[in-house]
């Protein structure tokens, strides 16, 4: 599958799920994964680059907070 297609695929499934509310990057793969019925699962290293790039773009932005000790780095939709 063509490179460019393959990443509007997943920016914008990763768009998609943020447009429910903020969320952190293992729980963006499981949602991936369960609204596409298992047929598309993220890898760390396709979902970081993803989300770097469209944080880049304006498109979303980022914050930390810590949840039962560990930190976690969440992603929004940019107002």
């Known amino acids: 599958m063509d490179t ?29 994964l369960s609204r596409s019925g298992g047929q598309f699962e993220l890898k760390e290293g396709s979902l970081y680059p993803a989300l770097h790039r469209l944080e880049r773009q304006q498109l979303l932005s980022s914050y930390w907070t810590e949840h039962e000790g560990r930190r976690r780095k969440y992603y929004k939709l940019s107002a």
């Open 4 to 32: 460019k297609l393959l990443n509007g695929t997943l920016e914008m499934m990763m768009l998609e799920v943020l447009s429910q509310g903020p969320s952190y990057g293992y729980e963006i793969v499981q949602t991936v």
